[in-house]
């Protein structure tokens, strides 16, 4: 059984800053990659930001210079760090990570969060 539970969604103004977090636990070995997606009403889920377990990171076009992901390894966690954020932010924010729970497995497995609410007012 494998968790991921998000947190440091909320309502905040244009130009604001908010810190999102997602901490992985459960039956873990490793953890390929880790990142976020984001969902706003109406259209189609798409990556924001991912990081693997070896520090390569990438960012969507959109929020290049403005988003931050990073990752504790040792916490199994992953953050977010949204600056200079605008309305067309506004989404539920999924965490998602690539999990291997086995030595002995073959595969890696895709785990999704609840999901938490970022609102940009203008």
């Known amino acids: 059984q494998v968790q991921l539970v998000e947190s440091g969604g909320g309502l905040v103004q244009a130009g604001g800053s908010l810190r999102l977090s997602c901490s992985a636990s459960g039956s873990i070995f490793s953890i390929a990659f880790m990142g976020w997606y984001r969902q706003a009403p109406g259209k189609q889920r798409e990556l924001v930001a991912g990081?693997?377990?070896?520090?390569?990171?990438n960012y969507a076009d959109s929020v290049k210079g403005r988003f931050t992901i990073s990752r504790d390894n040792n916490k199994n966690t992953v953050y977010l760090q949204m600056n200079s954020l605008k309305p067309e932010d506004t989404a539920v924010y999924h965490c998602?990570?690539?999990?291997?729970?086995?030595?002995?497995?073959?595969?890696?497995?895709?785990?999704w969060g609840q999901g938490t609410r970022v609102t940009v007012s203008s």
């Open positions: 998602n990570a690539v999990i291997r729970r086995s030595s002995r497995s073959p595969y890696d497995d895709g785990y």
């Open positions: 990081v693997t377990s070896g520090g390569s990171t």
